[in-house]
Nanobody
C-alpha cells in the first residue's frame, strides 16, 4: 500500500514556474515507478511525465517536453515536478501516481495503482 500526497500547486502567471512535490508513505517507494497526470475541467485525465524506480529513466508528454522536469529522491520518498515556462493550457488538477508495472512510461493511467488527491495549478494569461 502506498499513500501519496501532492503539494506545491497554486496560481502563477504565464511564463512562471512551480514545483510540485509528491510525498509517499511506506517503505517500498523505490519499488514503484512514479508518474504525474493532469485533468482540466471537462477534459480527460492526461499523462504528463513518469520516472523509473531509480530515477534514471524519464518520459514526458510532448506538450511539456523541454519545460517540465521530473525527478525523485528515494531517500525522502518524494518525487518532484519542476514546471517552467508555464502556459494557460497547463491549468489543471495535477495528480501523482505510483506504478508497479513495466509499462509505466506508456502514458496510460491504467498502469498506475495508487493515486494522490491532486493539487490545483492555475496559470493566468
Amino acid at each position: 500500500q502506498v499513500q501519496l500526497v501532492e503539494s506545491g500547486g497554486g496560481l502563477v502567471q504565464a511564463g512562471g514556474s512551480l514545483r510540485l512535490s509528491c510525498a509517499a508513505s511506506g517503505r517500498t517507494f523505490s519499488s514503484y515507478a512514479m508518474g504525474w497526470f493532469r485533468q482540466a475541467p471537462g477534459k480527460e485525465r492526461e499523462f504528463v511525465a513518469a520516472v523509473g524506480r531509480s530515477g534514471g529513466t524519464t518520459y514526458y508528454a510532448d506538450s511539456v517536453k523541454g519545460r517540465f522536469t521530473l525527478s525523485r529522491d528515494n531517500r525522502k520518498n518524494t518525487v518532484y515536478l519542476q514546471m517552467n515556462s508555464l502556459k494557460p493550457e497547463d491549468t489543471a488538477a495535477y495528480y501523482c501516481a505510483a506504478s508497479g508495472s513495466s509499462y509505466y512510461g506508456r502514458g496510460s493511467s491504467g498502469n498506475y495503482e495508487y493515486w494522490g488527491q491532486g493539487t490545483q495549478v492555475t496559470v493566468s494569461s
